[in-house]
């Protein structure tokens, strides 16, 4: 990921909040083809002594599977939130060009299978069905439908070697104009537009 110092973080903390925030991420393996392969599912950060590993599983019909049973090195990328940043909210208006807004996450490593896939797969969804009023416990289902969801899946671990964050969020624009994004954002009817404009204006309170 190319990052201008401007735009780098590698706070730990700030990371963890944004992949646990916006955990739907893209698992990217380059396979024997010479072409990259790429998954969209959610992945989970877990911090311990011996380092970060994110956590998730695949179709065990997808081709993917060989990368996480071979060890394979592997890319997670994951996109907070983001959104088209009109000149029309500076001052001067011209000469100004627009630019897109946004933060990410990128952590390279390598994969493995996980050896015990119904902890990865309770974990998961204890944490997204941490927010329900009523929450689905995964420890209620019978154990032979568990064992026969299980054999369609494997779930594997990611074990981190670098990671690094990028936030582009008018840091590098003069205050007004960071501002006057903020505003227009703010004034989106879309929801994206508006969680940009919070974390712009979280970006810039943090700064202060």
Same mark, same amino acid.
């Given at each position: 990921?190319?990052?201008?110092?401007?735009?780098?973080?590698?706070?730990?903390?700030?990371?963890?909040?944004? $992949?646990?925030?916006?955990?739907?991420?893209?698992?990217?393996?380059?396979?024997?083809?010479?072409?990259?392969?790429?998954?969209?599912?959610?992945?989970?950060?877990?911090?311990?002594?011996?380092?970060?590993?994110?956590?998730?599983? $695949?179709?065990?019909?997808? &081709?993917?599977?060989?990368?996480?049973?071979?060890?394979?090195?592997?890319?997670?990328?994951?996109?907070?939130?983001?959104?088209?940043?009109?000149?029309?909210?500076? %001052?001067?208006?011209?000469?100004?060009?627009?630019?897109?807004?946004?933060?990410?996450?990128?952590?390279?490593?390598?994969?493995? %299978?996980?050896?015990? &896939?119904?902890?990865?797969?309770?974990?998961?969804?204890?944490?997204?069905?941490?927010?329900?009023?009523? &929450?689905?416990?995964?420890?209620?289902?019978?154990?032979?439908?568990?064992?026969?969801?299980?054999?369609?899946?494997?779930?594997?671990?990611?074990?981190?070697?670098?990671?690094?964050?990028?936030?582009?969020?008018?840091?590098?624009?003069?205050?007004?104009?960071?501002?006057?994004? $903020?505003?227009?954002?703010?004034?989106?009817?879309?929801?994206?537009?508006?969680?940009?404009?919070?974390?712009?204006?979280?970006?810039?309170?943090?700064?202060?």
């Amino acid at each position: 990921m190319y990052r201008p110092p401007a735009f780098a973080f590698d706070d730990e903390v700030e990371i963890d909040r944004l $992949i646990e925030h916006y955990p739907f991420g893209v698992l990217v393996t380059a396979e024997g083809d010479g072409f990259p392969h790429a998954t969209h599912l959610p992945m989970l950060a877990q911090r311990s002594e011996s380092g970060l590993r994110l956590i998730g599983h $695949i179709a065990r019909a997808n &081709p993917q599977c060989d990368a996480i049973r071979g060890g394979a090195p592997a890319l997670a990328v994951f996109t907070g939130a983001h959104a088209y940043i009109s000149p029309s909210w500076y %001052e001067p208006l011209y000469p100004q060009v627009p630019t897109w807004n946004y933060s990410a996450v990128h952590a390279r490593g390598y994969l493995r %299978e996980a050896s015990e &896939p119904q902890a990865i797969l309770a974990h998961l969804t204890a944490h997204f069905e941490a927010s329900f009023e009523r &929450p689905w416990e995964f420890a209620k289902l019978d154990a032979s439908f568990v064992e026969k969801q299980v054999r369609g899946i494997v779930a594997f671990e990611l074990l981190v070697e670098r990671i690094d964050g990028k936030a582009k969020l008018s840091q590098n624009r003069e205050a007004r104009d960071a501002a006057g994004a $903020i505003a227009g954002l703010r004034a989106s009817g879309e929801p994206l537009d508006r969680a940009c404009a919070a974390e712009m204006q979280r970006f810039f309170d943090r700064r202060s």
